[in-house]
């Protein structure tokens, strides 16, 4: 099963393995890996220097870099193998919540191929929500099982991969109140409660430069409806950037199917509760995040889980043909937008550029120690350069045996340097 989703992400995401480095990459794969090992480790769990501050994330970035290096074909196919592994723990939860296969697998096909993972799997920093989730998804599958501790421990492990995760003790509680005995607080849940409560005064306190909160500042009235308007798209399927008219007809057709099964499926009284679980994931998902102004659909993990099991639920009733036909479709609408948000995404732009100017440099045959200097040109502005390049990080980590000095003209005056 895990084989299979994989090979399903691959099919719809494969042009991600032959995406460059792009941006943060730069500065993530040069500050914590290709160093001595204690540096390394001490930068991904100290205090943030160049990032915020997510050490599993950072650990992401300690053993890609230093097995995978300049191979940015890997780093995506790494991403990839995590995608799949947290469609898996998707299709082992709902079989779990549910005891229905048909329901687990078309959850977990939904979300492997849904389109809103773009960023996640085309650029490699953009993996910090992807294995938080997976940590988070495991943590919850250990606390079906009754593994306690070990779901309190995964459950840490999914906020130090990103601080996005503690809506996940949502997820807790929404399952304790609908399939268990509707006490919200119990001892476990208490526990999760405190450990997201220490973390969260830690991270925000001490552990949070003022950088981050001035890119994320947080504006309710009225960006509220904007904003959940634009992740409620993104997580319906609809493309960032697609703008491609057949296919949202098309997706919008399969919408109103589901929805019309739904209803019908009410009168099934043992579905009701996972409906209403499903629905209360997709509202769950959108927190904080409508309240940001930063809009990035790869932060929909949760919501897009409870959109794949609402579907599932929608399907499971229905001739086994009906529901392989819906399945295809919706693989090649998704695979349709992902190709069109392709052909028009600043990660995939940024991408280019990147992967131009080091081509530019390495042809040129510059000497060692010159200074590189990036101003308006035919390729750029100075100042998509800088942003493109990593500040320049890019240069120290693809020629750093040249000691190549670089300035930008948007920034400095390079004529004094």
Known sequence: MFFFLFLLGVAVFYKSLMVFFVQDDFILINHFSQNSLIIDVKSAIGSPEVTHWRPMHNLYF???GNIFYKNYSAYHFFTLLIHAGVAFLIFKIVKDLTKNIRVAFISSFIYAVHPAHFVTLFWISGSATTIGFFFLLLSFLLYLQEKKRASI???LLSLLASEAMIAGFGLFVIYQFLFRDRKIINLFTGRLLMAATIFALIRLLFLTPKSTYDSYQINIWPQIFTNTKYYLLRVAGFAEVSGDLIVSIALLGLLLFTAINIARGLKYRSDHRVIIFALSLIILGLFPFVLISNL????MNISVFGLALLISISLSK???????????IFLLL???NVRKTYQDHWVIK???LSEKYIHEIENSNIPEESMIIFNDNYISTSEDAYISLGTGKAIDFWFGGKNYQYCFTAFESCEEK
């Open 62 to 64: 300690l053993i890609a």
């Open 153 to 155: 421990f995964s459950f």
């Open 296 to 299: 990035s659909p790869h932060y």
């Open 318 to 328: 229905l001739r086994l043909t009906n529901t392989i036909a819906f399945l295809l």
């Open 334 to 336: 998704s695979f349709l």
């Open 350 to 352: 940024r991408s280019d």
